[in-house]
Structure formats: C-alpha cells, structure tokens
C-alpha cells in the first residue's frame, strides 16, 4: 500500500490517492483534480475509487467529476441526501480496491453522516493499515461540531467524542492516520497540532479527545473554544450535495482599462493580489488588498470578507493571478475577470492613470508611537479570542470579516488599524481607504507593539 498526499495549504486541507501500485482509491478530492490525476499518472495507476468522508463545508469537492472521468465509484453516505448518482456507503461496509481492503467506519460529530475508512492489504494480514479521517480524528484534535446547526452543536460534539473512540479501535495501533482537516483549516477546533504524520497509537496517547476522560468536560472545552468560520462556508454543503460540475481554471482575457475604471466607479470588487506595501503606495482608487504571497491566508479571507457571488475582478501578476484563480474555485469563485498589466506583471500603469490611483500611510509601530494624535481610533480587526487575550490601550475591535457592514460604526477620524501579522490589517485598511476614511496600516506583528513603547491591556 503506497499513500500520495495531495496537499491543499491555502485552505489547511489534504487528499490522497492510495493504491496499491495498479489500482487506487482517491479520498476527499478538491475541486482541481489535475493534481489528482497527475499523481495518478506520476504512480501508473488507475483511479477506480474516489470517496468522501463527508460534505465538504470548506471546499467544493472534485470526487463527482473525478469519479465519472475515470469510470470510478464514487463513495458517498448512503443517508446523504444528494442529486447525484453515487455508490451508497454506510458503517461496516467494506470492498476491495485492487489488493488493498477498505471498511467504511461511521464517525458522526464533525456531521451527522461522516464516515471515516481503514484501509488494508488484504493479502498480508501483518501488512500495514492505514486510517483516513477526514474531519473526525486530526492531529492532535478533532474536526468543529458547529457547521450544521447551533442547536446540534452540543449533540455533535458527544457523538464527536465517542467517534474517534471508535475510531482507535478500529485498526492496530500503528496504522498510519490521515486526516482530511487540520492543517490550517478553520474546519478543526482545539489545540491542533502542527505535526505532519501521526499514528492511532500516538493520538491515543496525546489527543485531548481521547486523553480527556471526562466527556462531559471535553465536550465543555469544545464548546468553549469554538471561534467564527468563514462565511462562504455557508455555500459549500449545499453546492456538494447538488454535485459541482467542471471547473476551468485558465486565465481569460485582461479586461480593458476604460472598463476596469467602469467596475471600480460602479462600486465593483476589484482585488488587488500584490504586496500589501506596494498595494499601501499605490493602488486603483476603489480597489481592495488581498496580497497573494504563498496564498495561505488567501481564499479563506477573500470568500469570508467579500459578499458572497459578487462580480469579482483579479488584479495582479499573471503567476498570481493564475494561482488565484484557481484557489477560488476550491470554494465555488469561478473564473473571476482579471486586469494584467500590459507588461505581464501587474504593473497599474497599464491600467490606469495617476488620476485614477490612490495610497496611504504605512509604517510599525514607532510610526504609531510617535505620529498618533488626539482623536485618531486605533482599530484591532483579529478575532475576538484574540482581543480579549491581549489589545492596545484604548483600541476598538471590529474583526475584519465584520467590517464592511460596521464601517459606519468608526468614529470619523484617522484609523491606525493593526492585526496579528498585517495581512488582515491591510485588507481592513483597503476596505476603509475604499470608504473614503483616512488610515494608517500598521504593518508589523502584534507581538512586537510592547517593544515599541505601546501599552497594551492586560
């Protein structure tokens, strides 16, 4: 048994293509299932098994059009309600990929139809196994019970605790764990860990879900840690209950400039993926800062901040542009319009005159320290948890995910606005330069402030 991982860091997710070097089954696919094919190819395998653990509610699922592409069945909860054609999966079931055996194990919590599988060499009983999770079990925690419906957290959270009990005792202690969630993604909850490769064996000895012996006081520190999610997940579970279709990930024509200047004067979302100092020194009046970099914060930020299905336009390099493009489809953003710069690298002079350009102050903290005067709002836009751990003197807390509708709560003064890194800050700052406010971006790390002679609380 040879396990591939395909790995998704923008959105903290993973999938695999396990086989047993002729056949193999494909568990939890994204959406750009050209990585999953090429693995394929790259082993000299054949994909006669795609399955999911659950409806996704981070990502769009790429198993359905995988699975018919390649003639596969395709292994879906026979107690989801879906519109598509699938093969009906339930606990207990168990069928053969090849030389490998897989046994379908229900581990209801992070849903209410999760499934989760072991898989092993059914010709050699000592062999190897290996357990594929999704969003029950992770390293060092397990997936969030709170996407389905307030009212079914708690419930979800106890059958979360029995489930990955189950879970231990269904493969040897060595089998090999693999988790869907977990690396990032806003999916898991607790204290996840930041290792890369774990074992039933070692979970069971340091993962609070299954060190806690108390299920009343796990269930309790579950509950308590439970943090805002993206809002574009709302979306997901229903669009991969329907059955995504194809997606095209190429990059279209640029956008001309007259009309480019249209968008951004009729209000439109115009994403500007540089740097968020360049973006700072000078940016097309009315557009928005969503740096790309390695596009880790990314996704998950732009479909939580930007009203879901807006008219959406990249602008940027056309390497980030067309690594953007194919990060929104992950989560249901299809081919959004682009604006390249003539030059091929983003550059606004192609698109737009001085006229039509705007900036604002940047700087760290020192620039904070020494420029802020009487009246100017220090604004905090990381999460509440964050806030309430620790915070500058006198700052207001608007998370960025919460600002468009709240803009007009800010006082009408200079906003010197911050977050734990600066890449929420810039977004924050773009979105309020976009309103017309006067800001500052302070782009330096929180944890450096009280270095810099500003005093915090507590």
Same mark, same amino acid.
């Given at each position: ?242 059955? *995504?279709?194809?997606?095209? %990930?190429?990059?279209?024509? +640029?956008?001309?400039?007259? &009309?480019? #200047?249209? $968008?951004?004067? !009729? ?39 930007? *009203?879901?299905?807006?008219? %959406?336009?990249?602008?940027? +390099?056309?390497?980030?542009? &067309?690594? #953007?493009? $194919?990060?929104? !489809? ?129």
């Amino acid at each position: 048994m040879d396990v591939v991982v395909i790995d998704t860091p923008q959105l903290g997710d993973r999938s695999y293509l396990v086989h047993d070097g002729s056949v193999a089954l494909v568990i939890d696919p994204q959406r750009d299932i050209d990585r999953v094919e090429a693995a394929a190819a790259a082993a000299g395998v054949q994909i006669t098994h795609v399955a999911e653990t659950h409806l996704h509610n981070d990502y769009l699922t790429g198993g359905l059009v995988l699975a018919e592409r390649h003639g596969a069945s395709y292994l879906v909860n026979g107690a989801d309600r879906v519109g598509f054609r699938r093969t009906p999966v339930s606990d207990g079931d168990t069928f053969p990929v090849g030389r490998l055996a897989v046994q379908v194990v229900a581990t209801p919590g992070h849903t209410h139809t999760h499934l989760a599988y072991v898989v092993r060499d059914a010709a050699d009983d000592a062999g190897p196994e290996a357990v594929f999770s999704g969003g029950s079990l992770l390293y060092g925690s397990v997936g969030r019970t709170d996407l389905v419906a307030p009212e079914q957290t708690e419930a979800l959270a106890h059958a979360q605790y029995a489930s990955v009990r189950k879970l231990i005792g269904s493969a040897v202690p060595a089998a090999a764990l693999y988790p869907t969630h977990g690396f990032g993604s806003f999916c898991s909850i607790g204290p996840a860990s930041h290792q890369h490769a774990s074992t039933l064996a070692e979970q069971a000895a340091s993962n609070h879900a299954l060190t806690d012996g108390d299920e009343d006081h796990f269930v309790a520190e579950l509950l308590a840690n439970i943090t805002a999610y993206p809002a574009y997940y709302a979306h997901m579970s229903p669009l991969n209950s329907a059955g *995504p279709g194809p997606v095209g %990930l190429d990059v279209p024509e +640029s956008v001309e400039p007259a &009309e480019l #200047a249209r $968008r951004l004067r !009729a209000g439109e979302w115009v994403v500007d993926l540089r740097h968020r100092v360049a973006f700072a020194e000078d940016h097309l009046r009315g557009s928005v800062a969503f740096e790309y970099g390695d596009g880790s914060n990314f996704t998950s930020y732009l479909g939580w901040v930007i *009203p879901w299905q807006q008219p %959406l336009t990249l602008v940027g +390099s056309h390497s980030d542009v &067309e690594k #953007a493009v $194919r990060d929104l !489809a992950r989560i249901g953003i299809e081919s959004p319009d682009v604006a390249v710069g003539r030059s091929g690298d983003g550059g606004l002079d192609a698109l737009a005159p001085a006229s039509g350009r705007s900036s604002y102050t940047h700087g760290d903290w020192s620039l904070l320290r020494d420029q802020r005067a009487a009246g100017d709002v220090v604004l905090d836009v990381r999460r509440p948890g964050e806030f309430e751990a620790s915070h500058v003197q006198g700052a207001m807390n608007v998370p960025v995910y919460e600002l468009i509708p709240r803009i007009a709560e800010l006082p009408e003064a200079r906003i010197w606005v911050h977050c734990a890194t600066g890449y929420r800050a810039s977004v924050a700052a773009s979105l309020l330069d976009r309103a017309g406010r006067v800001v500052v971006l302070i782009d330096a790390r929180y944890k450096d402030a009280a270095g810099a002679g500003i005093p915090l609380v507590p």
